[in-house]
Every structure is written in C-alpha cells, then in structure tokens.
C-alpha cells in the first residue's frame, strides 16, 4: 500500500538567538543586506550559534493509521508537525503527504484574528480545498460541537485561548481532511472538552482517515495509536508498536529532575506575559518518600504591570495517568519576580515516578503551560509489619480504620 505520509531525510537547524522576521521598510532591507557579510566576518564561523531541531528523520505512515509521537521537551516534535504543515521550510530532506490535510498546531494557527467565527470556519474550510456547499453541510455540526454558538458573529481576536481551541479543533475534525495533525493544544482546554476531543479523535480513526498526534499525555496515546514514534533531541530515538515503545519511554523518564533554572529572562521558557526563572521540588527528608510532605516551588517574572494570575499545577505518573491538577488563588501580581509554593502532604501520594505541568492563568484563560518541568520519584517507607509490595494506585493515603467487637459467640447468636 503506498504510503499517506513520507518523511525521507528531514533535517531543520536554527539559529540560536535569532530574532523572528518582522515587517520591514525598503530601508531597513537594503541596511541588513550591506551588514549581512560583516556580521558573518564577526560571528566567525556561526555553526556554534545553531540547534538541529530534527536531524535525519525518516518515517512512512499508511493510510488509516494512527500514529502518536511523543518525547520530551525540546525532541522536536512541534517543529516536525510544522514541516510536515508546510508552516516551517525544512533544511535538508523532503515531507511528502498525499490527500486533504489540516493542522491543529498552535491555538489560532489558520485563524484571521478580524474575521468573525462564522467567516472563520469559512475560510478554514476553503483553505482545506472544499466547496461553500460542503462546509455549509458540516456548518451546524461544527457549531454544536464547539459549544461557541453565542460567539459565531464575534471577531476571533476577542476570543479566550480555550475559546480559539474549541473552533480550531471542531474545523479540523469535521471538516474530513485525509490527514489530521494535531499538536499538544489540547492541554487548553478544561477537562471535560478535552475528553470530548479525544472521542472524536477516536470517530475519526476508526472512519479510516491518518491522524498523527503529538501529546504528552501517554495514556491518550496508549488509548488512541496502534503505532508510536519517539523523538529524542531532532531524531527517532524507537519507533514500532505503541505500548512497547511507551513502555521503554517511561523507563528512559525515569532520572528525576527536581530543579531547573533560567537566570536569563530573555532566554527562559515563556513568552511576552510570562517567563519561568526557576521550577523545584524538594522535601524536608533526605529523600522524597511516601511520608514526606513534597513541596513544590515556581519562580517567575511576571511581565505585566497588576495582572490577575493564577497557577495550576498538574500531575501525572511517568505512565501519563492524570493525577489530580491544584490551583494558586487567582489574585492581583505587582510586575517584576515572584514566587508560588505547592505543598503536597505526606501518605497522600503513591511509590512512584510522577511529571510536574505548570500552567500559567489570567483572567480565566491559558497565557503558558510548560509540560514536564519537573519529574521526582516518590519513594516506599518501609516499617514494621508493612506491606513490601508495590502498592495499586497512584495515591495512599492514610484513612481511619475503627474495630469494634459486635457479637458474643461463635454462631453470631
């Protein structure tokens, strides 16, 4: 069967520390063009000053099939869907897909932030190749499964970040492409939409169509994609049958990381509103154990002048089983560094390994989330007279157990 999907060779470098491409006058074009060569002289050879997002990926994908790409941060993962999308130019190496494709990438990419949501589902359709008749046919569906009938005649510009998913991701699924992309965009929406989303993911592989999914949420891969594809810093590190290859994921996830730190802001993981200098987890005991209280801190420089913030921490174990998600109290931030606290009590979490997503709120809606920041081990505590097996679940906690002696005899009586 020829393949949906093929990737031969692709390659993408960047520059480090290179500014995005802005709008400029004939002056500004004409002035770095005359500098180009003297700042190559300056710069020496450059090849320091540059990072292989992807480096010599090779895949085929079946028509049909299913397929999750997990990794970490930083694999590459983004990058390879935005190559595949046509939105980056790849360095070396050739993508080749074949039939109708939409992108679910990030939140409003496709979008035109002055057009209505009606307009909106409009041109995302005729950019998909389809006639007025044929969107019109999905128009209602659509509608009905984003839940934004009420902001149909409103410019998307307004829209909250959640908002702009919900229209993006009921385009994109209704709207029959041959092949589906989706990013990690599910991660803002609330809980109950994201389930939503990934039933219909679900509809839409068994309807015989490509998808390609890129999560960190791994029992979502588990549950979805018969075939993964592990990215590890821009290159396949495995890639065969899904359970296996998350099996050896989530051993490789085990080396805990209980600090990072970025001292330099212009640098640090975040964007124009938000910018993390330091995320850590720690314990008063020499080691994180099930009786141990875990806290869990956040620096990070808040960018706006009296923006109302909150945090909200998720947890996972390493399999991708959501633990529990707690939130800071949505209040006033003065502009400049701040800190966030996060206890979690001790007998409350079970032995294991578990991943620490941080996510970033103002005024209701999603401004950053960063998967993965932090991932710590939680160890068994051993007494006398305890169990020494690994126990079921992911929380233990202590509850009051009462013994009362009811009835005198043997046969109840």
Request: aromatic letters at 8%; one cysteine or more; a neutral charge.
């Amino acid at each position: 069967m020829k393949p949906i999907v093929r990737v031969e060779g692709l390659s993408k470098q960047y520059r480090i520390g290179e500014r995005r491409a802005g709008y400029q006058t004939l002056r500004e074009s004409v002035v770095r063009a005359v500098k180009a060569p003297l700042n190559q002289l300056r710069n020496g050879r450059g090849s320091a000053n540059t990072i292989w997002a992807l480096k010599d990926v090779n895949f085929e994908v079946a028509p049909g099939e299913v397929v999750g790409i997990i990794g970490s941060n930083g694999a590459g993962k983004s990058t390879l869907l935005k190559t595949l999308s046509r939105i980056t130019e790849p360095t070396h190496g050739r993508a080749e897909l074949y039939g109708r494709l939409a992108s679910l990438l990030e939140v409003g990419t496709g979008f035109h932030p002055e057009l209505t949501g009606r307009e909106n589902i409009y041109l995302n359709g005729a950019i998909l190749g389809m006639r007025k008749l044929e969107i019109a046919r999905k128009f209602d569906e659509i509608v009905a499964f984003s839940e934004l009938e009420k902001f149909l005649e409103t410019p998307v510009k307004h829209y909250s970040s959640g908002m702009y998913m919900r229209l993006a991701f009921a385009v994109a699924s209704h709207l029959e492409p041959e092949v589906l992309l989706v990013d990690e965009v599910l991660a803002v929406g609330d809980a109950a939409f994201q389930k939503k989303c990934l039933g219909k993911m679900g509809e839409v592989a068994k309807q015989g169509r490509t998808v390609l999914f890129v999560s960190h949420n791994l029992t979502a891969v588990r549950s979805l994609c018969e075939r993964a594809i592990w990215l590890d810093k821009g290159q396949i590190a495995r890639a065969g049958d899904t359970k296996q290859i998350l099996l050896e994921y989530v051993e490789h996830m085990t080396l805990p990381m209980l600090q990072q730190t970025w001292d330099d802001a212009t640098k640090a993981p975040g964007n124009d509103l938000i910018r993390i200098r330091a995320a850590r987890v720690s314990s008063d005991d020499q080691q994180i154990t099930v009786e141990s209280p875990i806290r869990i801190e956040f620096d990070f420089w808040n960018r706006q002048p009296d923006a109302v913030l909150n945090l909200t921490l998720h947890l996972h174990t390493a399999e991708g089983v959501y633990v529990l998600a707690t939130s800071s109290e949505a209040k006033l931030r003065p502009q400049g560094l701040l800190r966030e606290i996060v206890t979690i009590p001790p007998r409350f979490l079970n032995d294991g390994i578990y991943t620490v997503t941080i996510q970033f709120v103002q005024d209701s809606s999603s401004i950053y989330i960063h998967p993965e920041i932090l991932v710590f081990e939680v160890l068994d505590s051993y007494r006398e007279g305890s169990w020494f097996g690994k126990w079921p679940g992911v929380v233990r906690p202590e509850f009051e157990w009462v013994s009362e002696y009811v009835v005198n005899g043997r046969n109840g009586s």
